[in-house]
């Protein structure tokens, strides 16, 4: 993940950054796509996919978190 990898204090840590980097990445790439459709079937396929993977990247994060902050709490 190159430089990313400096902000995980462990490899646990690193791995969570460099998936939650990419995740929003994609989630960004999903939006921008929006417009550049040609018809609006097309443009509300894409926001579809966009929101369906919004909340697919926050459940699933939220998840990540809670299992985190478990850990630390421990």
Request: cysteine-free.
């Given at each position: 993940m190159g430089n990313l990898d400096l902000l995980g204090s462990?490899?646990?840590e690193s791995a969570l950054i460099g998936n939650f980097s990419e995740g929003w990445?994609?989630?960004i790439d999903?939006?921008?796509h929006i417009p550049k459709e040609?018809?609006?079937e097309a443009k509300e396929a894409a926001r579809?996919?966009?929101?369906a993977f919004a909340a697919e990247l926050i459940n699933y994060y939220e998840k990540q978190l809670?299992?985190?902050?478990?850990?630390i709490n421990r």
């Open positions: 462990n490899e646990r990445a994609t989630l999903y939006f921008v040609k018809t609006e579809h996919m966009y929101k809670s299992k985190e902050l478990a850990d």
